[in-house]
């Protein structure tokens, strides 16, 4: 760019006859951000900054359509990340907003973030059940529930452990080896019941675990309500929408969207139905609701395999055509990308469904 901006000169926008395979990508990444519940103006601003790596807000106005206070609004909020980056162009008043990473890291940044997560969450769940371990010598009610869970979590963590590097490695078939040679017990049966209830030492116990996950690095881009009541179903496994309503103080019409959410993605199902209507939904087990969350992110993404595959084939094809056009390249590299990504999530899935077979 000139050191005089010229505000009618958009020299980070691509091609107009690059615009379909661009609004695909971005359609493509809004989608994923929908199944993580990130907010979607956050989340288009983020798919024009990763596709085009620089832009000033006059541009993210022209691709977007937001104003310039919305759009400012969210750059403030997005800078603070980390992720996106803020620099006044020399001799201007003119800031420009860029991805800070490297495209190729991606998928390696999400699993190292989700790797270096189990570790000192590792820590803290053993250190909770070890308070537990005191209150079930007292009798104190569901001690031993939420003890249970938490041994479901600690399982599901060395699950992780033995399958995320694949991501990186493409190590498949000596991943299923370990994952074969290993015993793992993700659902531990309890007396039937259909309503878990706690002391309120161990309510504290939950209370403090809630906070804990819900502000685990594993769930910093969804949604925080919906985290909210997932987490509230990986220590409580059992409960109804009324439950649900008084515990995160929701209104009935929110609580019911969410749940139905849960329900629509199998993570949840309904277990008991009483007389008068009122459903119990139930997370059979904490590990396996950890897992079937992955998954489902992951499916969506897999889903956009062959949508992919065929315009990155019409992108080689009109090669002599389109790539001497401004974004041909990146757009082009970004296909790459993210078919690559797609082709080692789909090794997961394999993996997650031979966990969950079992």
């Avoid at 907010?39 to 106005?61: A, D, F, G, V, W």
């Avoid at 759009?71 to 860029?98: A, C, D, N, W």
């Avoid at 031993?144 to 995320?164: A, P, V």
């Amino acid at each position: 760019m000139t050191v005089e901006e010229d505000t009618e000169n958009f020299s980070h926008l691509f091609s107009d006859k690059l615009r379909k395979y661009e609004n695909k990508l971005v359609e493509f990444l809004l989608d994923i951000a929908q199944s993580k519940r990130v907010n979607p103006k956050i989340s288009m601003i983020s798919s024009y900054l990763l596709i085009h790596e620089s832009l000033t807000q006059k541009e993210l106005k022209k691709l977007t359509g937001f104003s310039m206070g919305s759009i400012s609004t969210i750059l403030s909020v997005m800078t603070g990340t980390g992720t996106f980056q803020k620099e006044r162009i020399p001799h201007t008043h003119t800031f420009i907003y860029s991805f800070t990473g490297k495209l190729e890291d991606l998928t390696t940044r999400g699993i190292e973030i989700a790797l270096s997560t189990f570790g000192p969450l590792e820590t803290y769940l053993k250190n909770k059940k070890e308070e537990l371990i005191k209150f079930i010598e007292q009798s104190k009610k569901g001690a031993q529930h939420l003890s249970n869970r938490i041994d479901e979590l600690l399982e599901t963590f060395e699950i992780y452990k033995i399958i995320f590097p694949i991501l990186i490695e493409n190590s498949t078939n000596e991943t299923l080896k370990d994952i074969s040679s290993k015993s793992f017990n993700l659902i531990r049966r309890e007396e039937e019941v259909k309503k878990i209830s706690f002391d309120p030492e161990v309510y504290l116990v939950e209370d403090d675990m809630l906070n804990q996950l819900a502000t685990s690095p594993m769930f910093s881009s969804r949604d925080p309500m919906f985290i909210r009541i997932l987490v509230y179903f990986i220590t409580r496994k059992l409960l109804t929408q009324k439950t649900l309503q008084r515990i995160t103080g929701l209104s009935a019409g929110k609580i019911s969207e969410e749940v139905n959410l849960l329900l629509e993605n199998g993570l949840i199902e309904k277990s008991d139905i009483s007389p008068k209507g009122k459903i119990t939904y139930c997370a059979e087990s904490a590990g396996i609701i950890l897992l079937k969350f992955s998954r489902t992110v992951i499916d969506r993404m897999a889903k956009w395999d062959d949508e992919l595959q065929k315009l990155r084939l019409e992108l080689e094809e009109n090669r002599n055509t389109l790539e001497k056009l401004n974004g041909y390249t990146r757009i082009y590299k970004i296909y790459e990308f993210l078919l690559g990504s797609i082709s080692k999530y789909k090794k997961f899935i394999d993996l997650v469904d031979k966990v969950l077979e079992a």
